[in-house]
């Protein structure tokens, strides 16, 4: 992948614990005309699992996934295990798999190497990574998702430093931050010397309030793609955007739909699978978030409701 190619909207994409439950041609025709990449993570989608690891039913389910997607852009791919073996153990297995299709020259292979790793020798980690394979890595600076393996003394965050050490890797191409923006100014400082470095923002909410990187990972796109890639089209999510009406109408959609889907994202983003003809299987929901979303969903452009 030659350059910076991954920036603007990538799309967190919904995977239900049935794959077969989403009628994959219409869901993602529905969101490849706006989404300029794909994250493909099972393990954020299983409200019981806690972490990034992967188990052995998601690599069945990303190989069959995979090969549904465009080919035509950068495709972030997890491979994190419970150890650096069984990190590797999945790296080889998927590259083997995809390495023969249409989408393996856009694979990014994505890990979040303090889920089983501490900060020390992660430049060598990724060394030892980069050398199964020809495809470039992205990192997931994730605390929340890391926290539950490690003990209260141990960091939840790449520390400054090491970034900038594994930065200096070609291989190492972008990295998803999640938390502070002070933090996330403090990276941007780590990779400057490189160019083509992507530093993309995982936190939905912090992006519109600060788009001080190159893209933002969203989840809430697999329902709002067309607002979040007309807000991007803008190259700027400033209050002296053209058409003031336009731009507070879509920023106001994105903050309700971030507003609506905690406690449980998973199933209220499955509830509007649901409701707009992709999801054949209804999750379980409160009276009152299934109210909230309806509403929501009643007030979506109608770019965004493709019931087949």
Same mark, same amino acid.
């Given at each position: 992948?030659?350059?910076?190619? @991954?920036?603007?909207?990538?799309?967190?994409?919904?995977?239900?614990?049935? $794959?077969?439950? @989403?009628?994959?041609?219409?869901?993602? =025709?529905?969101?490849?005309?706006?989404?300029?990449?794909?994250?493909?993570?099972?393990?954020? $989608?299983?409200?019981?699992?806690? =972490?990034?690891?992967?188990?052995?039913?998601? #690599?069945?389910?990303?190989?069959? @996934?995979? =090969?549904?997607?465009?080919?035509?852009?950068?495709?972030?791919?997890? +491979?994190?295990?419970?150890?650096?073996?069984?990190?590797? !153990?999945?790296?080889?297995? #998927?590259?083997?798999?995809?390495?023969?299709?249409?989408?393996?020259?856009?694979?990014?292979?994505?890990?979040? %190497?303090?889920?089983?790793? /501490? *900060?020390?020798?992660?430049?060598? &980690?990724?060394?030892?990574?980069? /050398?199964?394979?020809?495809?470039?890595?992205?990192?997931?600076?994730?605390?929340?998702?890391?926290?539950?393996?490690?003990? $209260?003394?141990?960091? &939840?965050?790449?520390?400054?430093? &090491?970034?900038?050490?594994?930065?200096?890797?070609?291989?190492?191409?972008?990295? @998803?931050?999640?938390?502070?923006?002070?933090?996330?100014?403090?990276?941007?400082?780590?990779?400057?010397?490189?160019?083509?470095?992507?530093?993309?923002?995982?936190?939905?909410?912090?992006?519109?309030?600060?788009?001080?990187?190159?893209?933002?990972?969203?989840?809430?796109?697999?329902?709002?793609?067309?607002? $979040?890639?007309?807000?991007?089209?803008?190259? !700027?999510? /400033?209050?002296?955007?053209? *058409?003031?009406?336009?731009?507070?109408?879509?920023? =106001?959609?994105?903050?309700?739909?971030?507003? +609506?889907?905690?406690?449980? %994202?998973?199933?209220?983003?499955?509830?509007?699978?649901?409701?707009?003809?992709?999801?054949?299987?209804?999750?379980?929901?409160?009276?009152?978030?299934?109210?909230?979303?309806?509403?929501?969903?009643?007030?979506?452009?109608?770019?965004? +409701?493709? *019931?087949?």
């Amino acid at each position: 992948m030659a350059g910076c190619q @991954i920036r603007g909207l990538l799309c967190r994409l919904f995977i239900p614990k049935d $794959w077969e439950a @989403i009628r994959w041609r219409a869901f993602l =025709g529905s969101l490849a005309p706006y989404a300029d990449g794909f994250v493909i993570d099972p393990p954020f $989608w299983d409200p019981v699992r806690c =972490g990034p690891c992967l188990q052995p039913l998601d #690599l069945e389910v990303m190989e069959k @996934i995979l =090969g549904l997607l465009p080919a035509d852009r950068p495709l972030l791919v997890r +491979i994190t295990g419970k150890d650096r073996q069984e990190t590797a !153990s999945h790296l080889q297995r #998927l590259d083997q798999k995809l390495k023969s299709t249409d989408q393996y020259d856009q694979v990014v292979w994505l890990d979040t %190497p303090l889920a089983y790793h /501490s *900060n020390r020798g992660l430049p060598d &980690v990724l060394h030892q990574l980069a /050398s199964l394979t020809r495809r470039p890595f992205a990192l997931e600076n994730d605390p929340d998702r890391v926290r539950p393996f490690k003990t $209260w003394t141990s960091h &939840v965050n790449l520390r400054t430093s &090491v970034l900038k050490q594994l930065a200096e890797n070609p291989r190492l191409i972008a990295l @998803i931050q999640h938390g502070s923006l002070r933090r996330s100014l403090n990276y941007a400082k780590a990779v400057v010397r490189r160019r083509d470095f992507c530093l993309l923002d995982g936190d939905e909410a912090g992006f519109l309030d600060y788009p001080s990187t190159t893209g933002v990972v969203s989840a809430s796109s697999n329902v709002t793609a067309p607002v $979040w890639a007309a807000l991007l089209e803008r190259k !700027s999510l /400033s209050a002296r955007a053209e *058409n003031m009406d336009t731009y507070m109408e879509a920023m =106001g959609i994105l903050q309700e739909c971030l507003r +609506i889907l905690p406690p449980h %994202p998973t199933d209220t983003l499955a509830g509007m699978l649901h409701a707009m003809g992709y999801l054949t299987a209804a999750p379980v929901l409160s009276e009152e978030a299934r109210s909230r979303l309806h509403r929501f969903l009643d007030h979506l452009p109608n770019a965004c +409701i493709h *019931n087949c």
